[in-house]
């Protein structure tokens, strides 16, 4: 857009500002807060320090975990279920969108049902299978839960991306002798690359802001998540430390931004779907 | 290579599309599947190159039965209306691509991708992607990526619908070319009977899901087993009118059919009509005839005879082309 047309449009974007300002002050406090001694009801910020910050070299309270523990955790609880999720709805999502197998109506009715069920409403239900399972309060338990109740929109996601996969394209990669499988890979794969790259990205940022299914499934110190551990924060203590909490918020978001800042394009496809050669 | 399709029958669910059709292609010889669209020509196509499956009857590639084959191991080179190249290689990977799935050694690949890319001209664009091609241009790397397997069988599904008119001409001449150099029997589906004709040795003309007629381009003009295949080649068309108002009657004959060229004044008079439409081809013109009975009559003339609309004419017709239908539609 060249600059007089977006000076044009002033007053939407007046009536924009003045809609997201009460956001816009929120994170802009979050950012001060995290960097000086501003008091919880003054505005005015005071003494600018680092030191709550402390966090990233020191526990903040005695036998508190370290924040690295959490990170990690955090960490392999993203891309592990970023990981699973986005390999199952290649191949589900290619499965549903060109091969005809029994009761495949059956398969995409349950996906939209399951796309837009509830699924807090089952947190019960899979608190009682984890603990027979033996998978109660730890990572893997709660990794697998929340693979299982991201795949239904990572199958459908894909499957529209597999739709806009001209035929022809298939057809032609059996007649020069490959297999179906090879196709899928050679051929099929690199047109619905942008859908892969974005569903990726979507899942592991949709893993690592879930707090939910940790705090209720995994809510012991071993398997804590930065969510939890933000939380934790301002639970148990009587004086909670909000200048900490927020540094620790912003240390907590930074990741997702930069993925942002780095991704966008990629991540705009989810809503684009399909490719242009 | 000879084919031969034997009492072949396809059904998509409870339909039967195709019902025991019967073909054969000799080696090294060029067919055209023609009929109008929904007659099963692709249907047919595809069953050949083992896309769809076939229901019943025997497909034989040189005598040996492949119906049961999967596709990937029929060597059958096909090239779709649309080329379905693919997008995300270049000319040259998207030609080398089914030697790849061979597992070919990256030496005698480049060599056979060269080869042919200069047998259909396009060396110059190895390097590029599909959507920086032409019509054109994508059209003769499908070709060459169908040619360089070196296939029993060379399939081309509407290979000409995409392109415009200039092109389609150009084409014709170039898969025709290719196909006598390679020496490859082919099989053409088309709409187009002028496509068919010009670039066949013999035409297979479906209707209906089954051969209407199978001749050759030449004796399938000039004696039509029916009304339909009579109407369906030829342009302009072939008028049918019932005989009344050419003052011709023969006992069974219902219809007569009467190409363009075989009414005029070169044949003397005795059919007289009013002009009610000319249609300037350039070359030639085309004149529409309203007989006394409100029958149309077609006429095609060298240009320049200067006969303008609602001229009255007495124009003659050439008795050794008329062609005479039963009830039934079959030729007498």
């Known amino acids: 857009m060249s600059a007089p047309s977006s000076y044009r449009n002033w007053p939407i974007l007046l009536v924009l500002s003045l809609v997201s300002l009460p956001l816009m002050i929120m994170c802009l406090y979050s950012v001060i807060d995290a960097f000086t001694d501003t008091g919880p009801g003054t505005l005015l910020p005071a003494r600018v320090t680092l030191e709550h910050f402390r966090f990233l070299w020191e526990p903040v309270a005695e036998g508190r975990g370290s924040i690295w ?24 999502g290619y499965a549903l969108s060109r091969l005809n197998f029994p009761a495949r109506g059956f398969f995409l009715a349950g996906l939209i049902v399951l796309h837009a069920f509830p699924t807090i409403t089952l947190i019960i239900a899979i608190f009682l299978i984890l603990q027979m399972l033996g998978l109660y309060d730890t990572l893997i338990g709660v990794i697998v839960v929340k693979t299982a109740l991201e795949l239904p929109l990572g199958i459908w996601i894909m499957k529209g991306f ?50 939910i299914l940790p705090q209720v499934l995994a809510p012991g110190s071993e398997a804590q998540v930065l969510s939890t551990y933000l939380n934790s924060l301002i639970l148990d203590d009587t004086k909670a430390d909000f200048n ?34 | 290579m000879q084919l031969d399709l034997i009492d072949f ?23 055209a599947l023609l009929g109008p669209s929904g007659c099963g020509k692709s249907t047919t196509l595809f069953a050949i190159c083992g896309i769809h499956r076939i229901d019943e009857g025997r497909l034989l590639f040189g005598g040996t039965d492949v119906a049961h084959l999967p596709s990937q191991s029929r060597n059958v080179g096909v090239v779709f209306q649309n080329y379905a190249l693919y997008p ?3 000319v040259a990977e998207n030609i080398a691509f089914p030697l790849k799935v061979q597992k070919m050694n990256r030496i005698d690949r480049e060599k056979l991708v060269r080869k042919y890319a200069a047998l259909v001209h396009i060396e110059a664009l190895l ?28 399939l081309l599904d509407e290979p000409l619908a995409n392109l415009d008119a200039k092109l389609r001409l150009e084409m014709r001449s170039e898969i025709r070319r290719l196909q006598q150099e390679t020496g490859l029997t082919a099989i053409l589906v088309t709409h187009d009977q002028v496509e068919a004709m010009s670039m066949c040795d013999r035409i297979a003309l479906m209707n209906g899901g089954r051969i209407v007629q199978y001749d050759t381009p030449t004796a399938m003009y000039a004696a039509p087993e029916d009304q339909f295949v009579a109407g369906f080649l030829g342009n302009p068309p072939i008028s049918f009118l019932s005989g009344k108002g050419l003052g011709l009657a023969a006992p069974g004959v219902t219809q007569y059919g009467i190409r363009p060229e075989a009414f005029g004044p070169q044949f003397g008079e005795g059919v007289s009509g009013r002009i ?43 008795h050794d082309q008329l062609l005479r239908f039963d009830q039934d539609g079959t030729r007498l």
């Open chain 1, 69 to 92: 523990t959490a990170t990690a955790n955090t960490f392999i609880f993203a891309a592990t279920s970023a990981l699973v999720v986005t390999m199952v709805s290649l191949t589900a």
């Open chain 2, 88 to 90: 995300h290689m270049t």
């Open chain 1, 162 to 211: 597999y739709d806009t996969v001209p035929w022809e394209i298939e057809m032609a990669g059996v007649q020069d002798g490959a297999s179906r499988a090879a196709v899928w890979w050679h051929l099929v794969l690199p047109q619905v690359q942008p859908g892969l790259m974005a569903l990726i990205l979507f899942s592991f940022l949709s893993g690592w802001s879930e707090y």
């Open chain 2, 127 to 154: 390097e590029r992607r599909p959507a920086q091609l032409s019509g054109g241009q994508q059209q003769r790397v499908a070709l060459a990526r169908a040619l360089v397997r070196q296939p029993d069988f060379l």
């Open chain 2, 9 to 31: 029958t396809k059904r998509f669910g409870n339909t039967t599309v195709i019902e025991n059709m019967s073909l054969s292609v000799h080696s090294g010889e060029m067919i």
């Open chain 2, 276 to 318: 009610t439409f000319v249609e300037t081809q350039g070359r030639e013109d085309l004149f529409d005839v309203q007989l006394p009975t409100g029958e149309i009559l077609r006429s095609i003339q060298p240009a320049g005879s200067g006969i303008t609309p609602g001229t009255t004419v007495d124009w003659g017709l050439a």
């Open chain 1, 244 to 277: 900490l909490f927020k540094a620790v918020g912003l240390f907590y978001a930074a990741p997702v931004v930069v993925i942002y800042l780095f991704f966008q394009k990629h991540l705009m496809n989810i809503y684009g779907g399909g490719t242009k050669g």
